[in-house]
């Protein structure tokens, strides 16, 4: 998890990531953005993202993105 804070931090060094839930929903992250993360997370953990999972409920926090990417490494 810290180093998913991390490439968040990166993008948006101002946002609390481990309260804010609402990362989509107040456009904090754009599509830009979550292009960005998508790339980050393929290298970082080597888990790639299919289109199916690039949805706001994925990316609205930090802990939903933890969660698929656990998940993304089960499989």
């Given at each position: 998890?810290?180093?998913?804070?991390?490439?968040?931090?990166?993008?948006?060094?101002?946002?609390?990531?481990?309260?804010?839930?609402?990362?989509?929903?107040?456009?904090?992250?754009?599509?830009?953005?979550?292009?960005?993360?998508?790339?980050?997370?393929?290298?970082?953990?080597?888990?790639?993202?299919?289109?199916?999972?690039?949805?706001?409920?994925?990316?609205?926090?930090?802990a939903a993105l933890w969660a698929l990417i656990e998940r993304?490494?089960?499989?």
């Amino acid at each position: 998890m810290d180093e998913l804070l991390d490439i968040l931090k990166e993008l948006h060094p101002e946002v609390d990531y481990e309260i804010c839930d609402t990362l989509v929903d107040d456009k904090i992250l754009d599509s830009f953005d979550i292009v960005s993360l998508i790339t980050e997370i393929n290298d970082t953990f080597d888990v790639k993202i299919p289109a199916s999972e690039i949805i706001p409920e994925n990316f609205n926090s930090a802990a939903a993105l933890w969660a698929l990417i656990e998940r993304l490494m089960d499989e």
